[in-house]
């Protein structure tokens, strides 16, 4: 481990550094703050370097992981990186404010993901499947009208279900695995501790079980501190958005951002966010979880409007991630303070005889009865909805006539999926909200991985990686980020775990001396657990969203005769459905292909699988 010489005794005293006026309640070479995806594989890297690591996490164990635990699990790679630079260059805005230099070193890395993911990882190259071949081509490029599109691939580690966290746990073991690596959960970074005269940043203060801990980072810091989606103050100041909801982590909430300003940070691309795949610009019933409304509700005797009555988004123009057509460009759209879909009783039955609200079949059509607002006349239905009626009855004329003869003079919205809307009542709305997945926007990094300050110089011993900060400024391709957080996330904590220069003498405070109780080894939240067993009980484990999934089974006959589960981390109100429902159902029985069986709950599919899993191989090994 590097120490420096200002932190050792046989110093003279009249000759110190800043480092040695601060109380110190630990010391590492590298702290991490945030155990994402990108937090995780700056650790691994930093480890491998030498380096004694500290993860900092804000939330709790089973809630960690941010965005990269629950997003699809994929990859952007590419076999032409030099194409893949000139597509990025034709996407437009997606360089404005992107050195060339800072973007070669994007798709360079970019051009070894797999080879990253299988030699640095142990990933199994057979099992890594390109995405063209999932069937769902409009994930590979999102641009397929610009140049040099066919360099961009998607990989993922699952073949069919890609949200399930298999990446991540990929990454998340690797780092916490090693023995130079200390976890810390609930225990968020409040602040950053900068050397006054050099600007070196040389720790990190954490709250941790109640108490405020000055931690020395003699190396480096490392900032994968995700976005700020969950932050409503920071969406409407930054993005515009006053009505909204995110499809993401609540843990994501722009407390980085405030640390890296106090220390003399520059910021970029807060204004950016990605939103789903979807219609409506990517929108979701108010009260539906989340989920983003499929390409039904954009078609037929439907309208969009906002509460002036007037529509504003063209309905049938699917969202790339969040962005919409505008002049030639994609951009993220503006929305009004309240916008809702409206239309007819037609609609509305048709709408109801669909066996699922989502494509993913997770949201039951009970979502648009329950949030559906009525009204017998258009009058009605605009009192009860808080629609201006003038408005919304100039635009149902308006669109009627628009619909009626094939031609879309205002949003240019395609002939075949305009009907009239009825001029009989009932008439129905529902208030939908931009669904947001992540915001790109923190401080600004360069090539390796450097945080800079207002002046474009590094502030030293500062890194960042992911999401804090990324490197999209416009337009963004599905897979860009969690590429990013496998590139910078490497840059990063490489470069952190190097041995730094001795900061420099200071003499306007008094020195103190420290006694550190939180040095590597001392305190770690990740624990080789054990779990006994009694007569004929079995240990079985799968691999849920929120890590290993524990049962144990009792077996008796050759049957399961109880069935007890005794490690769970998944997400509540999703993972947790299966976690209630399914252990009763293994209770009788006596073959893993029973228990394979099983139904999954409906939008618990990883949980439910991991539990058919754990439960499939207790039953295997009580019968050996």
């Not at 395609?414 to 939908?432: D, E, F, H, L, Q």
Request: hydrophobic share 35%; charged share 20%; net charge negative.
């Amino acid at each position: 481990m590097a120490v420096l010489a200002s932190c050792g005794k046989g110093k003279a005293d009249s000759v110190f550094t800043y480092a040695d006026t601060i109380v110190w309640d630990g010391q590492y070479d590298v702290v991490v703050i945030g155990f994402g995806a990108a937090g995780a594989v700056s650790a691994k890297y930093a480890a491998e370097a030498g380096a004694n690591v500290l993860i900092t996490e804000k939330a709790p164990q089973g809630e960690s992981g941010g965005n990269s635990r629950l997003c699809g699990q994929i990859i952007m790679n590419t076999d032409d990186p030099e194409s893949l630079f000139k597509y990025y260059k034709a996407m437009g805005g997606a360089t404005k404010s992107v050195s060339d230099s800072m973007l070669r070193t994007y798709v360079n890395g970019i051009g070894e993901t797999v080879n990253q993911v299988v030699n640095d990882y142990g990933a199994d190259r057979e099992a890594i499947f390109a995405w063209k071949t999932t069937g769902i081509p409009r994930y590979v490029s999102e641009y397929p009208e610009f140049e040099y599109n066919d360099a961009v691939k998607i990989s993922t580690l699952s073949r069919k279900d890609v949200s399930n966290g298999a990446l991540y746990r990929l990454e998340s073991s690797a780092a916490s695995s090693k023995e130079n690596v200390d976890v810390w959960f609930d225990s968020p970074a409040v602040g950053l501790i900068q050397e006054p005269q050099s600007k070196t940043i040389i720790g990190v203060v954490i709250e941790r079980e109640g108490k405020e801990l000055n931690i020395r980072a003699n190396n480096g810091v490392v900032m994968a501190l995700g976005g700020f989606e969950n932050n409503p103050l920071m969406m409407e100041d930054y993005c515009g958005l006053t009505s909204y909801t995110f499809n993401g982590t609540p843990y994501n909430t722009g407390d980085g951002i405030y640390m890296a300003t106090k220390v003399g940070a520059k910021l970029w691309h807060m204004d950016v966010y990605e939103g789903s795949m979807g219609p409506f610009g990517a929108a979701c019933i108010e009260g539906s979880n989340h989920w983003t409304l499929p390409p039904s509700f954009a078609s037929g005797s439907v309208i969009h409007v906002g509460s002036s009555g007037e529509r504003f988004l063209r309905e049938d123009e699917g969202a790339r991630h969040g962005h919409v057509g505008h002049a030639g460009t994609w951009l993220n759209p503006q929305y009004p303070d309240r916008s809702y879909l409206v239309f007819d009783k037609a609609k509305y039955d048709e709408l109801m005889s669909l066996p699922s609200l989502s494509a993913r079949s997770t949201v039951p059509t009970s979502v648009l009865s329950d949030n559906a607002i009525m009204g017998n006349t258009l009058e009605e239905l605009c009192a009860n909805a808080d629609i201006d009626y003038n408005g919304l009855k100039h635009e149902i004329a308006e669109y009627n006539g628009f619909a009626r003869t094939g031609n879309d003079i205002k949003l240019d919205r395609s002939a075949g999926t305009m009907s009239p809307i009825s001029s009989r009542g009932p008439y129905y709305a529902v208030k939908i909200v931009p669904s947001i997945l992540n915001t790109q926007g923190g401080p600004e990094r360069n090539e390796n991985a450097q945080i800079l300050s207002v002046d474009d110089e590094p502030i030293p011993h500062l890194y960042s990686a992911g999401e804090f900060g990324g490197i999209t400024s416009h337009m963004y391709n599905g897979g860009g980020n969690m590429a990013e957080c496998l590139i910078f996330g490497k840059i990063a904590g490489t470069n952190a775990a190097k041995a730094k220069e001795p900061l420099p003498a200071y003499v306007q405070r008094t020195k103190v001396e420290s006694s550190m109780v939180y040095v590597p080894g001392y305190a770690t939240d990740i624990s080789n657990e054990t779990y006994e067993t009694g007569e004929n009980e079995y240990i079985g484990i799968g691999q849920g969203i929120g890590g290993d999934l524990v049962i144990r089974a009792k077996v008796e006959k050759g049957a399961i005769t109880a069935l007890e589960i005794l490690k769970e981390n998944e997400t509540e109100g999703i993972g947790s459905h299966a976690i209630e429902q399914l252990p009763a159902m293994f209770v009788g029985m006596d073959s893993v292909d029973g228990v394979n069986g099983v139904d999954t709950v409906s939008g618990a599919t990883v949980t439910s699988n991991a539990l058919k899993s754990a439960v499939g191989a207790a039953l295997q090994e009580a019968q050996k």
